[in-house]
């Protein structure tokens, strides 16, 4: 059974096949499949098609896909009990106005995921984490030596000292402060200067070795805006695949409202009210944009105006 899922890139529908796609005999049948697919990648665009309800992601079959791009593939999965697998062609030449010609057009991932449906996203997604991190990590982090590819793509072993290498995903927290005392209870967004004019989000920062959840929270709430945290709260989380991320999204309660950027962060911070955060999410606030729809820091605004706090609501 799917478990529902809020966020975009989360909700992938394939049986990963984990505990299978460490024997090659398994995996070379199911790339042998006449019904085995592939999806396309360039560059870490994926290729679309369109449809008479909106794009969506362009499978070809597995032989074509190799035909097209030799040796650069990955299994993703079973979808429906049918294999399905990734390739991604690398260079500066878009592959549709060559070998795919006709078939669709590529999309950058953030456009791409913007138009399509979920469970396509999430597949999208995976597949662009996995080759960006076999992309960066072709040697041996203990020897130097170049790695092979083992598991359909998910592991990487040293030929020289037997190291094995897996793909890694780096945990961020995302968290919107929320301070209580006042008139009215009140949560606060930044700004990166290098954002589009009027955009601002949560909080994130990276998790450090050593630190839970909840004590980065704290560290990157102080550090960016010198506010201290009290209480957190999880929402949810989602996989974001720039290149391999893990967003752990949360309700963060401080002690006070005298919310000051850091500079180096964040260039401003505002604070607003459940009826100014609606304003904003619709679009309507005199000069707060909102977070993109498909980023995470959308969803827990969204929840907070919707009643979801760190006392439970």
């Excluded at 560059?43 to 909106?54: F, I, M, V, W």
């Excluded at 791009?69 to 030449?93: Q, Y």
């Excluded at 009290?230 to 290149?243: C, D, I, K, L």
């Amino acid at each position: 059974m799917a478990l529902p899922s809020l966020n975009t890139f989360a909700g992938n529908p394939l049986d990963r096949a984990g505990d299978r796609r460490n024997e090659p005999d398994w995996l070379a049948e199911q790339a042998g499949r006449p019904d085995a697919l592939a999806l396309v990648l360039w560059e870490g665009r994926p290729l679309l098609e369109d449809h008479a309800d909106g794009p969506r992601l362009a499978w070809l079959s597995l032989e074509h896909a190799r035909a097209v791009v030799p040796d650069r593939e990955a299994f993703l999965g079973l979808w429906k009990d049918a294999p399905c697998f990734a390739v991604e062609v690398e260079g500066s030449v878009d592959p549709a106005t060559g070998p795919v010609a006709g078939l669709g057009a590529f999309h950058e991932m953030r456009e791409a995921a913007a138009l399509l449906l979920g469970p396509e996203a999430a597949m999208a997604g995976a597949a662009k984490s996995l080759f960006d991190w076999r992309r960066r990590h072709g040697f041996c982090a203990a020897c130097g030596i170049e790695s092979q590819t083992a598991s359909g793509g998910w592991k990487r072993i040293c030929p020289a000292c037997a190291t094995e290498h897996f793909p890694r995903v780096d945990p961020v927290t995302i968290m919107l402060p929320v301070f209580r005392g006042g008139d009215e209870p009140r949560c606060l967004l930044g700004r990166q200067a290098s954002w589009p004019e009027g955009r601002m989000s949560a909080l994130a920062g990276f998790l450090e070795p050593g630190e839970t959840i909840e004590e980065a929270c704290a560290r990157e709430i102080e550090e960016e805006a010198g506010l201290t945290v009290t209480a957190v709260r999880y929402h949810s989380s989602q996989p974001w695949p720039f290149p391999a991320q893990l967003m752990i999204g949360l309700i963060a309660e401080v002690d006070g409202d005298d919310a000051r950027p850091d500079q180096t962060e964040l260039e401003a911070v505002a604070w607003l009210t459940r009826d100014e955060a609606r304003a904003c999410l619709a679009g309507t606030h005199p000069s707060i944009k909102p977070p993109p729809p498909i980023a995470i820091a959308r969803t827990l605004l969204q929840a907070w105006v919707d009643g979801f706090d760190v006392s439970g609501g």
